[in-house]
T-cell receptor
Framework: AQSVTQPDIHITVSEGASLELRCNYSYGATPYLFWYVQSPGQGLQLLLKYFSGDTLVQGIKGFEAEFKRSQSSFNLRKPSVHWSDAAEYFC?????????????WGAGTKLIIKP | GAVVSQHPSRVICKSGTSVKIECRSL??????MFWYRQFPKQSLMLMAT?????????EQGVEKDKFLINHASLTLSTLTVTSAHPEDSSFYIC??????????FGPGTRLTVL
């Protein structure tokens, strides 16, 4: 069955520290991978996406993610977080299965920044 | 956890007709719901923010008269694609935040306009 797992419901990091948010997926076809961020009361904003090519993708706001096929993972990283990064982060996997386009979402990880 | 449903999951219609998509929060109330559309191999695009009891807030470039949004109750928001055309064929997804601002997504609606 197709699924996306974000193992961490909450993560707390100090401002200036590095960050890694985990995303693992199970998908029967070639996946398209996304990371979105959502600030309180706001809609989703795309951080980055992976369709093919270089497995290390750069996104907005200094984020990057690496696609590791052998581990079925697409973890999001940032070398130094800012207080404004406090938000909820969603990993999503999309693709075509049985001629239908699907989009499967992780449950989200809430990022808390300590001053 | 909270559940958001969408109906229908898939719809095929003729060009020129209107299609209504429902988004329901099943076990919580949502004063705000978000509507997105997504084309295959492309990212999700926020279309509008639906507000219960008031007008929706549309993102730049989204036609208000084309995509009518009604947030009639605290558990239901509807998106009506009016006079649909083939270019409106897309995957539409809604989401709703709980009072703790946890975001829950509907499963999406696949619209195909012939």
């Amino acid at each position: 069955a197709q699924s996306v797992t974000q193992p961490d419901i909450h993560i707390t990091v100090s401002e200036g520290a590095s960050l890694e948010l985990r995303c693992n997926y199970s998908y029967g076809a070639t996946p398209y991978l996304f990371w979105y961020v959502q600030s309180p009361g706001q809609g989703l904003q795309l951080l980055l996406k992976y369709f093919s090519g270089d497995t290390l993708v750069q996104g907005i706001k200094g984020f990057e993610a690496e696609f590791k096929r052998s581990q079925s993972s697409f973890n999001l990283r940032k070398p130094s977080v800012h207080w404004s990064d406090a938000a909820e982060y969603f990993c999503a996997v999309g693709g075509v299965m049985d001629s239908n386009y699907q989009l499967i979402w992780g449950a989200g990880t809430k990022l808390i920044i300590k001053p | 956890g909270a559940v958001v449903s969408q109906h229908p999951s898939r719809v095929i219609c003729k060009s020129g007709t209107s299609v209504k998509i429902e988004c329901r929060s099943l076990d919580f109330q949502a004063t705000t719901m978000f509507w997105y559309r997504q084309f295959p191999k492309q990212s999700l695009m926020l279309m509008a923010t639906s507000n219960e009891g008031s007008k929706a807030t549309y993102e730049q470039g989204v036609e208000k008269d084309k995509f009518l949004i009604n947030h009639a109750s605290l558990t239901l928001s509807t998106l009506t694609v009016t006079s649909a055309h083939p270019e409106d064929s897309s995957f539409y997804i809604c989401s709703a935040p709980t009072v703790n601002n946890e975001q829950f997504f509907g499963p999406g609606t696949r619209l195909t306009v012939l």
